[in-house]
């Protein structure tokens, strides 16, 4: 019965809405990876990686709008098609479920893109100065007062870490952590005497696009404890949608449970060797 009933339905045409929407849907996925490529590899400019980017999402939603009209057709004159519209809507929200994230993260977060634990005297980007000329990004020079209020309104966890331990060791375990995260080291110091101050910079990525954001940290000795200060700044764009914050909060939680691990680690202590009798002395 059942093959009775859909042998005219297999005989119907497939909707070439239908088609569309899937084979834009499919294209939206294809642009969205090579512009990651794009970014991640360096093959252009921010750019261009960026109008893919945005093509990519463009095709995406048109597929939506075609696949809504592929659905009235097919209501109507009884064509198939409707996996084809389902497969393409699934693959729609999954291109612009995480772009749309992002946009409620734009309206609702601060537009700044630098990031400190000390906006009086931010730790300097010396070394990674020479990677901020290009055109299009962002200046080496602090962002100011202005984003030191709206950090603080919007990030107000965002402190200097004090350490109860001395400044090399408090150094020794910050650099572990750079290496840990994988960010590419430009230049590290660390805190010789006699200004014992320890400096780090390097280049973060973002998690999916991977656009690179700089980051310093600086370590000083406050008597025979530490003190780090960190700076994160996004290269390019004039907002981070919060991830230069998140960067800073996690790199300094980190910091504080290896200090702790460290602290808690019961010491080694070395096998003491048998004691030896003493020589019988034999009375002649």
Known sequence: MARRFSAPYQTEPVSSLA????????????????SILIVRFGFLEVKPALATFFGALGCAVLSILVG???????WRNGSRGMSRILLAILIDVLVLAYPAYLGLQYRKLPQIHDITTDP????????????????GTNTAVYAGLYSAEQQRLAYPDVEPIDLEIPVQRAYEIARQLVARRKWLIIDERPPLPPRRIGHIEAVART?????????????????????IDIRSSSRYFESDLGSNAARILKFADDLNNAVDNANQRPAVKKPQLPIKPPARTVKK
């Not at 009086?120 to 010396?126: E, H, L, R």
């Open 68 to 74: 809504f009209a592929a659905f009235v057709a097919i």
């Open 120 to 135: 009086i005297d931010p730790p300097s980007f010396d070394a990674l100065a020479r990677l901020r000329g290009g055109d």
């Open 19 to 34: 088609s569309w929407a899937r084979n834009l849907a499919v294209f939206s996925v294809v642009a969205v990876l090579v």
């Open 207 to 227: 998690p999916i696009m991977g656009f690179r954001e700089d980051v310093a940290i600086r370590v000083v000795a406050d008597g025979d404890d530490s003190r």
